[in-house]
């Protein structure tokens, strides 16, 4: 594998990032975009564990509202301040 499952998770974390608030994202739209950039050398297992990895580590959560999908957490009223 040429690519590291962190590659793959910095990656996936850019693009969730990017359409926070516009977009909600599932697991199948980060499989498709890292097939698009990075071709057969990312497989469907290498993906599941990035996303694992973004879980796992805090800087992404599952959101369940209206399907399940890959969102940034949220930050409460007070954190903002």
């Given at each position: 594998?040429?690519?590291?499952?962190?590659?793959?998770?910095d990656e996936m974390f850019a693009i969730v990032?990017?359409?926070?608030?516009?977009?909600?994202?599932?697991?199948?739209?980060?499989?498709?975009?890292?097939?698009?950039?990075?071709?057969?050398?990312?497989?469907?297992?290498?993906?599941?564990?990035?996303?694992?990895?973004?879980?796992?580590?805090?800087?992404?959560?599952?959101?369940?509202?209206?399907?399940?999908?890959?969102?940034?957490?949220?930050?409460?009223?007070?954190?903002?301040?």
């Amino acid at each position: 594998m040429a690519v590291s499952v962190e590659q793959l998770a910095d990656e996936m974390f850019a693009i969730v990032e990017e359409s926070a608030g516009k977009r909600k994202l599932k697991a199948g739209d980060l499989q498709k975009a890292m097939a698009a950039k990075h071709g057969d050398e990312v497989s469907r297992k290498d993906v599941k564990a990035g996303i694992k990895l973004l879980i796992d580590s805090g800087r992404c959560v599952y959101g369940y509202f209206g399907g399940s999908s890959i969102e940034l957490p949220r930050t409460e009223g007070a954190a903002n301040e």
